[in-house]
């Protein structure tokens, strides 16, 4: 089943006066349960594309579906509505509020889905578990190392089991060791929960773990080493 | 729930600066609460005093009486006087005649204001009459006694005892003159009484005037100036059958000199406040701009994940709430605490300024003290809190515009 959609899809930002071509006629298109990284050099649209994907911009121009949402034409509102049920988001950094305890922030995308606080302990205390997290649920972000945060935004990501998750540079800020580890993690839920990933980076040790690589280069599409699932 | 528990860490985050606000806030209500009790206890005491040397808290008069001062439009007291002295809340009656008169001694002769009056009655509240010895005061009044203005006396060259003349025109034209013993020096502070005013019985001015047993002025002196609503109404209807048709008149028709002061007085009040509590909004207002504005990557965030703007505005204003609930309590607080010291130890204005103070044609003591007004404190209090929300909309609106791409680049 075809998950996300993109037809010719441009983006443009202005910059200053200026106009510049983030995304220039892309298509794309992934289906339910695959892992995908947008590979490419700085500048060449991963984020933009991502951003798209997410529902946290609107194309220039084309038409683009992701998971039965027509998000070249919502609306800001069914924008948030989209991201808030469809959508697990890890960033690069700054993922986590930082008053908020490890398991409040990993609960907060239930509890903004309005999900009651005795399921919501549950369903994050199992991800906890099940992801060697035990034992950290009270810290607060600023007492987590890096990795254990990236840890706590895949938790959060994942817990409202969304149709597909989105992860910009989610390891660029990490050592090798917690790259591999949050790497093989993502490739777990993959596997056991067939949750569909996408996630953009530059580090090869990360692209090598993908099975499908989408390069792009001043942002158009280079390659595509296609589905494999 | 949850957003007053996040509201309630995010105000910790800066602890100095939300306590510093606070304290501000709360500093400020405390000031205008306990301003506004001060003032409201130094009117109380001026009209106090104003209506005790004056025309009481509700005067009685015949109709025009106090447009022309006409010592023509006098009246007999009557039993109704007596019926006025026990409505609830009525300390006492005062009947008194004015008559523009002359004092003349061996030495000079001026132009007076004497007043009859019953002086036994006026003793214990007539602020002229308190300072004089109660020696003069407790010995039987005789017929002639005078009480005398004590710039009044110094001109005329008068002491306790001297004997002097007052001359008078009665209704029919003709002057009259009788003797006078000065039984004691009325030193008001109040430069206009003390160089004018003769005080004596009221049957004898107004037995000289010609008017046999009559008054000017039923001055009605209440237990204190809230009862005048209630108290108002029955003198009225006790004076409807009055002959002259007689007419009740409050302190603040009678004495619109004290009453506009006051008034005016007021608005300054009020206009400090305002400016106080403008102050505040727009400390509040900078506080949580800045603290907004430090978070506008956490706002982008939350609403990358999908929560409404709407939420993230609740957020802002919670925590402007909670500033509110907190600064509204610890303010009103050391209001409170403020107002009771001012209440009973009062506030002594003596080393400032001369002991007696002159307001509104009113002298009165500078040693002041505060009365509670609870309803208005707690209206300020009330009006805090909504400051406070009032002060976290704009900020609240600038986080709910976060934009989740800009914000969440280039970390
Ligand atoms: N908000 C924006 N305003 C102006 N230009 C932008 C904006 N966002 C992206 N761009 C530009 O669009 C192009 C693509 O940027 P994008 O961030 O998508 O690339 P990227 O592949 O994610 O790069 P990196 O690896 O550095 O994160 C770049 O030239 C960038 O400068
Ligand atoms: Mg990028």
Redesign the pocket.
């Known amino acids: 089943m075809t998950l996300i959609e993109l037809n010719n899809i441009t ?1 443009r ?3 200053g006066n200026q106009s ?4 220039a006629g892309l298509d794309l298109a992934v289906r339910t349960g695959e892992f995908v990284v ?1 590979a ?12 798209l994907i997410g529902g946290l911009d609107r194309p220039s121009s084309g038409t683009m579906t992701v998971a039965g949402c027509q998000t070249d034409m919502a609306t800001d509102r069914e924008l948030a509505d989209f991201r808030l049920n469809m959508v697990g988001f890890i960033f ?1 950094s700054y993922n986590l509020i930082p008053v908020l305890t490890a398991a409040e922030n990993a609960e907060f995308v239930l509890q903004l889905q309005g999900i009651p606080a005795p399921i919501r302990h549950a369903r994050v205390t199992e991800l906890f578990a099940e992801l060697g997290m035990e034992g950290l649920q009270n810290r607060r972000p600023g007492d987590l190392s890096g990795g254990q945060q990236q840890r706590v935004a895949i938790i959060r990501a994942i817990a409202s089991e969304p149709a597909l998750v989105l992860a ?2 989610a390891t660029a800020n990490l050592d090798s060791k917690s790259s591999t580890d949050l790497l093989e993690m993502m490739r777990y839920l993959n596997e056991t929960k067939g949750t569909t990933f996408v996630f ?1 980076s ?1 580090d090869p040790l990360v692209i090598e773990q993908a099975r499908r690589v989408v390069t ?1 280069h001043d ?1 158009r599409m280079v390659s595509d080493t296609g589905s494999r699932a | 729930m949850e957003s007053l528990k996040l509201a309630w860490r995010n105000l910790f985050r800066h602890r100095m600066r939300t306590c510093i606000t606070v304290l501000g806030v709360s500093l400020s209500l405390a000031l205008v609460q306990t301003y506004h009790n001060f003032t409201a206890g130094v009117y109380a005491y001026m009209v106090d005093c104003g209506v005790k040397a004056g025309s009481g808290h509700i005067a009685v008069y015949r109709p025009q009486y106090l447009a022309d001062r006409n010592p023509d439009l006098a009246f007999a007291p009557a039993p109704e006087d007596e019926d006025i002295a026990r409505i609830p809340g009525v300390r006492a009656v005062l009947p008194r005649f004015y008559l523009p008169a002359l004092a003349q001694s061996s030495r000079e002769n001026r132009n007076i204001q004497l007043v009859g009056a019953d002086v036994p009655r006026e003793a214990g509240l007539n602020p002229y009459l308190r300072k004089l010895p109660r020696e003069v005061l407790e010995r039987p009044m005789r017929k002639r006694d005078a009480f005398v203005g004590a710039g009044l006396a110094r001109e005329l060259g008068l002491q306790q005892g001297s004997r002097f003349v007052i001359t008078v025109q009665n209704g029919h034209g003709e002057l009259v003159s009788e003797l006078f013993h000065l039984r004691g020096i009325i030193e008001s502070g109040i430069r206009d009484v003390d160089t004018s005013l003769v005080m004596a019985m009221r049957e004898q001015v107004s037995a000289m005037a010609g008017a046999g047993n009559a008054t000017h002025e039923l001055a009605i002196i209440l237990d204190n100036a809230d009862m005048a609503a209630s108290v108002f109404p029955a003198v009225r209807q006790r004076l409807l059958s009055s002959p002259e048709g007689l007419e009740a008149v409050s302190w603040e028709q009678a004495m619109p000199n004290l009453y506009n002061a006051i008034r005016w007085d007021y608005v300054s009040v009020k206009f400090l406040s305002f400016i106080v509590l403008a102050i505040v909004t727009i400390g509040v207002v900078n506080t949580l701009l800045m603290s907004v504005m430090e978070r506008m990557r956490e706002f982008g965030l939350t609403l990358a994940l999908g929560a409404s703007p709407g939420r993230v505005r609740l957020l802002v204003m919670t925590e402007g709430l909670l500033m509110g609930v907190v600064s509204m309590l610890a303010g009103s607080c050391i209001g409170s605490l403020a107002t009771a010291y001012l209440v009973h130890a009062g506030f002594d204005l003596r080393p400032f300024i001369p002991e007696n103070l002159e307001f509104g044609g009113v002298l009165f003591s500078a040693l002041l003290y505060a009365k509670w007004d609870i309803p208005w404190m707690m209206e300020v209090a009330a009006y805090i809190l909504l400051l406070c929300l009032g002060a976290s909309l704009y900020p609240g609106i600038r986080a709910s515009r976060a934009m989740p ?2 914000t969440l ?1 280039h970390i």
Do not use: F
């Open positions: 983006k930002y202005m910059s510049v071509t983030a995304i947008l490419g050099p700085s500048g060449s649209g991963k984020t933009s594309v991502l951003n690069q910009d540079e953009s530059h792009l942002g | 791409v800009e680049r």
